[in-house]
């Protein structure tokens, strides 16, 4: 169960391919990766994330087991970067390994809205008109309501 | 002594990431209260609590949680990762 935190940038494929290379014990495997997205109205020169070092780690920990107490999953990996970014980097990845499906579809998602407003990171951009820290939305709230059903 | 931590812009309103705080507060409401009464960067950066987060040793709570034992107190805005 892979949890990473590193300012480095990664390889989406590399990961994927170490991820799940050598497995015959999965039939599924999802991935997701958040990316820095640019805009032509306001453009994004940076963006810099902080995170709590130790709380990370620690909440990151938690969300994944109970991502693993509620489906059946092989296995897990989770990276997230912290530092300067720029346009076009990946953020963060999740990927999910499981006998069906189902359970790696379901906890992948978990997981993403998990990670968005239960991990502490925060994300500041740098644009030409200013800097600004990002605002939290109301939806990210909202979308883990469905989880405890 | 507790240490406290600030992150994102209430780390860039109060001006430092962190500092060890000397107090007589029981809960955390208390704590902020000491902090306001300090200097008017820390009331700036407290000005409106719905949208100041707090972890007490690296655990989500609430401004009610008592600090009595505490290590670490964090305050932060709602968290923006992804």
Same mark, same amino acid.
């Given at each position: 169960m892979p949890v990473r935190i590193q300012s480095n940038l990664f390889d989406i494929g590399a990961e994927i391919e170490a991820f799940q =290379?050598?497995?015959?014990? !999965?039939g599924a495997m999802v991935s997701f990766c958040g990316i820095v997205r640019q805009s032509e109205d306001a453009p994004l020169s940076r963006m810099l994330i902080e995170h709590y070092a130790g709380m990370t780690e620690k909440s990151i920990r938690k969300i994944e087991l109970e991502a693993r107490a509620k489906w059946s999953l092989v296995d897990c990996l989770i990276i997230h970067r912290f530092g300067e970014l720029e346009p076009g980097d990946p953020i963060m990845m999740v990927a999910t390994l499981a006998e069906h499906r189902s359970d790696a579809f379901q906890a992948a998602e978990f997981l993403m809205d998990y990670l968005k =407003?239960? !991990?502490?990171f925060w994300k500041k951009e740098f644009r030409t008109g200013g800097e600004s820290w990002v605002a939290s939305k109301e939806s990210d709230e909202a979308a883990l309501e469905r989880w405890s059903e | 002594m507790v240490e406290v931590l600030y992150f994102s812009w209430v780390r860039e309103r109060i001006g430092i990431p962190r500092e060890s705080v000397d107090t007589k507060a029981n809960t955390v409401r208390q704590l902020v209260d000491e902090l306001k009464a300090r200097e008017p960067r820390y009331d700036m950066a407290f000005s409106d609590l719905s949208s100041v987060r707090v972890a007490i040793d690296q655990e989500l709570t609430d401004f009610d949680a008592p600090i009595s034992g505490a290590r670490e107190v964090a305050f932060f805005p709602p968290m923006t990762g992804g």
């Open positions: =290379s050598g497995r015959t014990d !999965a =407003s239960r !991990a502490p | -």
